[in-house]
């Protein structure tokens, strides 16, 4: 029996993981570039739309664009209706752009002390990450939708941007107190507002640590196909993620050739052979998780009605 029908396919399991409950949902697609995370991440929230869960869709990977999948224009800063489906909203979060909200608004929090303080963490390199991560820490805290899917970076970026409350959280803790010292110290007036919006955003990025580590409430799905390159930094991600406290216990292996495809095709013959291999060696590392297989389509992916497609193969009728 050929690896790739194996009892690999387990819908029942993937959908009792990544169904809301008694809160919102968060769904996370990660991997190498190029493996077809916005895709796998788009189908799923047309999916969760169509099922009848309120379902907002949150990009956080600056190489591609919601509104070229849904053929409108997606904010970068607040969430838009998807005309063609109903229940979904997008945002398509555009570092840049993310970066002069985050800005003004560091500005307000740090009031008098922003020359001190505010402008050399807005002149940091990463400042565009941080930038982005607070706008997608908003939406971990998104108590209007029932799921909301993450598109995110390739892997590496996307394991930065899961560190930033991590690091967020000890920075702020530390910010809280050096102002209060420093504002007895200088005798600083209106202080007390800046320590609470401090207060505040300390406890935004703590429940987006706690959201990320709770599997009730957190599903991450690395996505990935039958080839050296992705199976080495989907083994990687995984290992990062766990120093992250991030459990993940859903994979997706995208594009394989299918059996019938084959017939007369030396080319493809070849290939098949060569999948074969990688998904023996996907079975070895990863067999113990839900691993859903999606076979190579015959078009490309470019409206709602493909999306919908994919989006029963991997979870059955909506």
């Known amino acids: 029996m050929h690896i790739r029908y194996m009892e690999v396919y387990k819908m029942d399991k993937m959908l009792e993981l990544i169904k809301p409950k008694n809160s919102t949902k968060y769904l996370f697609f990660g991997g190498k570039g190029g493996v077809g995370k916005t895709t796998m991440a788009s189908a799923t929230a047309v999916w969760m739309a169509k099922a009848g869960y309120k379902t907002t869709i949150v990009s ?14 997606i904010s970068a800063t607040e969430k838009t209706k998807i005309k063609q489906v109903d229940n979904l909203w997008g945002v398509n979060i ?7 909200v985050f800005q003004k608004r ?16 807005i002149s940091t390199p990463c400042a565009e990450e941080m930038a982005a991560f607070d706008q997608f820490v908003e939406f971990l805290d998104d108590k209007d939708s029932k799921v909301v899917v993450f598109d995110t970076a390739p892997t590496g970026h996307s394991l930065r941007e899961l560190a930033m409350p991590f690091d967020w959280a000890d920075f702020l803790k530390k910010q809280i107190k050096d102002k209060k010292e420093l504002a007895k110290l200088m005798q600083l007036e209106d202080t007390e507002e800046t320590i609470a919006q401090l207060e505040a955003d300390k406890t935004r990025y703590n429940n987006a640590i706690e959201a990320l580590k709770d599997p009730a409430k957190t ?18 991600a995984l290992v990062d993620l766990k120093k992250l406290g991030v459990d993940v216990r859903t994979f997706i292996v995208n594009q394989l050739i299918p059996t019938e495809a084959i017939q007369g095709n030396a080319y493809l013959v070849r290939r098949y ?14 067999g113990k998780n839900i691993i859903t297989i999606l076979p190579m389509l015959e078009t490309d992916v470019y409206d709602v ?14």
């Not at 956080?60 to 224009?73: C, E, G, H, M, R």
């Not at 560091?106 to 402008?119: A, E, K, P, R």
């Not at 291999?277 to 079975?283: Q, R």
């Open 305 to 318: 009605d493909t999306l919908s497609v994919i989006g029963t193969k991997i979870y059955g009728g909506a």
């Open 106 to 121: 560091l500005s307000g929090t740090l009031g008098g002390l922003t020359n001190m303080l505010g402008g050399d963490i």
């Open 60 to 73: 956080t990977d600056p190489t591609v664009s919601l509104s070229a999948i849904f053929n409108q224009k």
């Open 94 to 100: 555009n570092p840049s752009e993310a970066t002069g």
């Open 273 to 286: 052979q060569t999948q074969e291999k990688y998904m023996s060696i996907i079975n070895q590392e990863f």
């Open 219 to 236: 599903v991450y799905t690395l996505v990935l196909l039958p080839a050296f390159l992705p199976i080495e930094e989907t083994k990687s």
